[in-house]
């Protein structure tokens, strides 16, 4: 399993930004799609998950009703729309795939959860 994100840049405090993740490889072994953040300095957090059909979707205290995840299977790809963008929003984000837990992932938001792991990509919020 691969997985590619992307869409990550510089935007000012309250716009948007949109990443994705592509994954590829053996895909029908992946079940939830995750992801996570890193500023400097402070631990890995997770951010959203999303199991695989859609059905379940998880979000952190701090993002939720600013952030949304989406799943888009026939294109291997999960969506993460960012709106509200913050200065503490600043971070890497990485997105993770779980393909163990067929059943629904314990703890969607705990990077230990997660197999495989894709290259981060860069989001500043700053004016």
């Known amino acids: 399993v691969q997985l590619q994100a992307s869409g990550g840049g510089l935007v000012q405090p309250g716009g948007s930004l949109r990443l994705s993740c592509v994954t590829s490889?053996?895909?029908?072994?992946?079940?939830?799609i995750g992801w996570f953040r890193q500023a400097p300095g402070k631990e890995r957090e997770g951010v959203s998950s999303?199991?695989?059909?859609?059905?379940?979707?998880y979000y952190a205290d701090s993002v939720k009703g600013r952030f949304t995840i989406s799943r888009d299977n026939a294109k291997n790809t999960v969506f993460l729309q960012m709106d509200s963008l913050k200065p503490e929003d600043t971070a890497v984000y990485y997105c993770?795939?779980?393909?163990?837990?067929?059943?629904?992932?314990?703890?969607?938001?705990?990077?230990?959860?997660?197999?495989?792991w894709g290259q981060g990509t860069q989001v500043t919020v700053s004016s």
């Open positions: 993770a795939a779980d393909t163990v837990y067929k059943g629904g992932i314990p703890f969607p938001l705990e990077s230990y959860e997660y197999d495989y």
């Open positions: 490889g053996t895909i029908f072994a992946i079940n939830t």
């Open positions: 999303i199991s695989n059909h859609g059905g379940n979707t």
